[in-house]
T-cell receptor, first 111, second 114 residues
């Protein structure tokens, strides 16, 4: 049982480049989330999807877009990367009323 | 807006000691509270989930309690081991608008000294 799988695990981008972070879960969970984790700031919610077909902004959505491709997959896109987006990105999923499960993270550096 | 605080930010204890980690939250209207463990460079591992109607949950050497009215939760670790060294995070799911969101504390970094 893979749980929540994120790709890639590491990425270096130049300022202005774009990329998509992929996330897939095999637990038939309804809700999926994207967080970023920065030293001293903790985990902050970027976007979430309460169910297939819906997405909503979290605390820090600027500079990001998301797509809930189907029930399993939730992608995060950086259209024009900036150094301030250097961070560790985590995807999570949760069934209604249940505990959240996290992926192993994507370490992104924007130079 | 829900705010979650974890004190202390870091804790060092000798092996075998029992310890308590604290989590407080400002809005008591919550659905549940979840404790996680994070090892350096890794993702978050779920430890315990407490629903708002529950007072405590236990898993092995871990016991989490919830006092919703006072906005507090504790994670008790019995007979600590070096392998318990990690950062422990609590997260709250608040009722009402934005109820799908989890709000995290900044964590307590635990070091268990052999």
């Amino acid at each position: 049982n893979a749980g929540v799988t994120q790709t890639p695990k590491f990425q270096v981008l130049k300022t202005g480049q774009s990329m998509t972070l992929q996330c897939a879960q095999d637990m038939n969970h309804n809700s999926m989330y994207w967080y970023r984790q920065d030293p001293g700031m903790g985990l902050r919610l970027i976007y979430y999807s309460a169910s297939e077909g819906t997405t909503d902004k979290g605390e820090v959505p600027n500079g990001y877009n998301v797509s809930r491709l189907n029930k399993r997959e939730f992608s995060l896109r950086l259209e024009s990367a900036a150094p301030s987006q250097t961070s560790v990105y985590f995807c999570a999923s949760r069934i209604s009323g249940g505990e959240a499960f996290f992926g192993q993270g994507t370490r992104l550096t924007v130079v | 807006k829900q705010e979650v605080t974890q004190i202390p930010a870091a804790l060092s204890v000798p092996e075998g000691e029992n310890l308590v980690l604290n989590c407080s939250f400002t809005d008591s209207a919550i659905y549940n509270l979840q404790w996680f463990r994070q090892d350096p460079g890794k993702g978050l591992t779920s430890l315990l989930l407490i629903q708002s109607s529950q007072r405590e949950q236990t898993s092995g050497r871990l016991n989490a309690s919830l006092d919703k009215s006072s906005g507090r939760s504790t994670l008790y670790i019995a007979a600590s081991q070096p392998g318990d060294s990690a950062t422990y995070l609590c997260a709250v799911r608040t009722s009402g608008a934005g109820s799908y969101q989890l709000t995290f504390g900044k964590g307590t970094k635990l070091s268990v000294i052999p």
